[in-house]
């Protein structure tokens, strides 16, 4: 059962999509795009488009799941090719490394979105993305492209409630983000690295770790679980499984982090000043 305030906030979401008219979606198939996607499709029907980027920092099973996503909705879609590491910048992985990535990823989408007679351009961030370094929000900023559910205050939590209320299969899905976010800054990205990385999370999935990350530190792996499952990582056959196939990806040492999973953990060392240019956009 939703609350009062979160169905005011769907219907203002809905009046915002119908005032637009009509809006190309950039859609990973995450929580915050499938929930908005759905709304927006619902609403326009027709006049939506879900996009999609297939890129190597997003892993196989996501661009499968969008795709089914809206192939059972009936959401027009389409999903296009880009390799980011051709985009200057993106592979030296410096701490706007999202700022760059999302200028060019938008800006392809928007010429996808123009060719098709799409003049708004929408993308999925809530409002709990407002306060982690999010340097990608400002080149979301600079392009106007639109952020229809923070427009409308919605958290993380609410869209999930709402979800579930809407019948989507991803209420409760584990968050995630792009591979690149698993590299330290400064650590040069590669397609043999982030290959690595997404053979390591999902070796983790199917072994039942849903919300979870592979760091990657030159080649070492730093596997964050939730807190209640760091003794599910370290149990013996657990552990051995993790250590023979991390190593047979390309991993020389595996660690587990006793902080477990969080967000953001490769923010944790950056300074004060870069920090403030990613908050607050």
């Known amino acids: 059962m939703i609350s009062d305030t979160e169905r005011e906030k769907l219907e203002a979401l809905r009046a915002y999509f119908k005032e637009l008219g009509n809006c190309a979606i950039a859609f990973s198939g995450g929580v915050d795009s499938t929930f908005m996607a759905k709304v927006a499709h619902d609403v326009l029907g027709e006049k939506m488009l879900a996009i999609t980027v297939v890129a190597s920092s997003f892993p196989k099973r996501e661009m499968d799941e969008a795709k089914e996503f809206c192939k059972k909705e009936g959401i027009p879609h389409v999903m296009v090719e880009y390799d980011e590491l051709s985009i200057p910048g993106f592979k030296e992985n410096p701490k706007d490394r999202c700022y760059i990535c999302k200028k060019a990823l938008f800006g392809k989408m928007m010429e996808i979105a123009k060719v098709r007679g799409f003049i708004n351009l929408a993308e999925g961030s809530n409002m709990d993305d407002n306060g982690d370094y999010r340097p990608g929000l400002l080149a979301i900023k600079e392009m106007n492209v639109k952020s229809p559910l923070r427009h409308v205050g919605l958290t993380k939590a609410e869209i999930r409630d709402l979800s579930k209320e809407l019948g989507l299969p991803t209420w409760n899905k584990p968050s995630f983000a792009c591979l690149a976010s698993r590299f330290p800054y400064g650590e040069e990205i590669s397609h043999e690295k982030l290959d690595m990385v997404g053979k390591a999370e999902l070796l983790l999935i ?34 051995e499984r993790i250590v023979t196939e991390f190593k047979n990806y390309g991993f020389s040492y595996v660690s587990l982090d006793l902080q477990g999973y969080r967000t953001g953990s490769m923010n944790e060392i950056l300074d004060k000043n870069a920090l403030s240019k990613g908050k607050n956009l």
């Open 206 to 239: 199917d072994m039942g770790f849903e919300q979870m990350r592979v760091r990657i530190h030159g080649n070492i792996a730093r596997i964050e679980v939730l807190p209640q499952d760091i003794l599910k990582v370290a149990e013996p056959e657990n552990r």
